[in-house]
């Protein structure tokens, strides 16, 4: 089984020029051995401006971040199996840092929105809502270095390496 290597990056895509183009398209190609493959885009997760973008995998059809490519095979890294290093092993972290607090921006959101709410309780949930926006941002932030990292130690191909 040779190494995988990632074909296309969501979070890379969506800093390149032809972004917004592609973001309207709700799709992109890349290329595949002799020919191309269309790919879906889904926007998820619509936590105060944090919006992620997934690819629909051609292969089996999940949201997913990255594609890869192994032994001719195009995928994802769930149907690739190709192991993620920060997944498995911190889950509850993973929802006590992120998930958690991404719902309860959600929350804060929504009741932002009323018209009813006195200036001071206003106040107070918009500085919680700072908190809380800033802690999932660097914990999403520590993360992605912590992969590139991991991966880079193990001499993974990365995106953009060459
Ligand atoms: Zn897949």
Redesign the pocket.
């Known amino acids: 089984m040779s190494a995988a290597r990632v074909v296309a990056s969501l979070p890379a895509l969506a800093r390149s020029d032809g972004w917004a183009a592609t973001k309207k398209n709700r799709a992109f190609t890349i290329v595949h051995g002799d020919g191309q493959v269309d790919v879906s885009i889904v926007e998820q997760h619509k936590v105060g401006h944090l919006i992620f973008y997934f690819a629909v ?6 949201m ?1 971040r990255d594609l890869v490519e192994r032994d001719g095979k195009l ?6 199996r190709v192991l993620h290093p920060d997944q498995a092993l911190s889950g509850s972290k993973w929802n006590r840092l992120v998930v958690r607090p991404a719902r309860q921006l959600a929350r804060i959101d929504e009741r932002l929105q009323r018209r009813d709410l006195d200036r001071n309780h206003r106040r107070r949930l918009r500085r919680r809502r700072q908190r809380l926006l800033r802690q999932v941002e660097e914990e999403l932030a520590q993360r992605q270095l912590d992969v590139v990292a991991k991966l880079a130690a193990i001499g993974f191909p990365l995106y953009g390496a060459g």
């Not at 995998?57 to 999940?62: K, N, V």
């Not at 995928?75 to 690739?80: A, H, I, K, N």
């Open positions: 995998c051609p292969a089996c059809g999940h997913a995928g994802c890294r769930s149907c690739l």
